[in-house]
């Protein structure tokens, strides 16, 4: 049994309904897994750097990485002093609530101003120096 033209046509409509169906399946699968939340990153050192977008770089205990409130605790920053007798400077470590006048105690962050988050090595500079504010 031969096919019409007319059935040939046909049977090739019904293929590109179904190869577009399979198209959107697909295409809606892969928009959906990227969507999903994911759980929050658990870090294995106890503090973490936190880079933000707009130069700043925070120490700290981070929660929450990957979700959408993230929260720094136990924050530190560097300063730098100038010495006025020597001109000489020197980087300081300081407890976020020392010098601002509201004297906070954590930070809840935007995850779209985090620029990137680095592991505290527990024999750093910045982690005798955290040791030692304690």
């Not at 019409?4 to 049977?11: E, K, V, Y």
């Not at 509201?102 to 995850?111: A, C, I, Q, T, V």
Request: glycine fraction near 6%; charged fraction near 15%; proline fraction near 8%.
């Amino acid at each position: 049994m031969r096919m019409t033209s007319n059935q040939q046509g046909s049977a090739a409509v019904q293929s590109v309904w179904v190869l577009a169906g399979v198209a959107v399946i697909v295409c809606a699968f892969m928009f959906v897994k990227d969507n999903r939340p994911s759980p929050p990153v658990v870090f294995t050192t106890p503090y973490q750097a936190v880079l933000l977008t707009n130069g700043s770089v925070y120490f700290g205990k981070l929660e929450g990485y990957g979700t959408p409130r993230p929260l720094l605790t136990e924050v530190y920053y560097i300063v730098t002093e100038n010495n006025p007798d020597t001109k000489q400077s020197n980087k300081v470590l300081v407890k976020l609530g020392k010098l601002e006048l509201y004297e906070p105690d954590r930070m809840y962050l935007s995850p779209s101003q985090i620029l990137g988050v680095e592991p505290v090595g527990p024999n750093s500079k910045v982690a005798q120096l955290i040791a030692q504010a304690h």
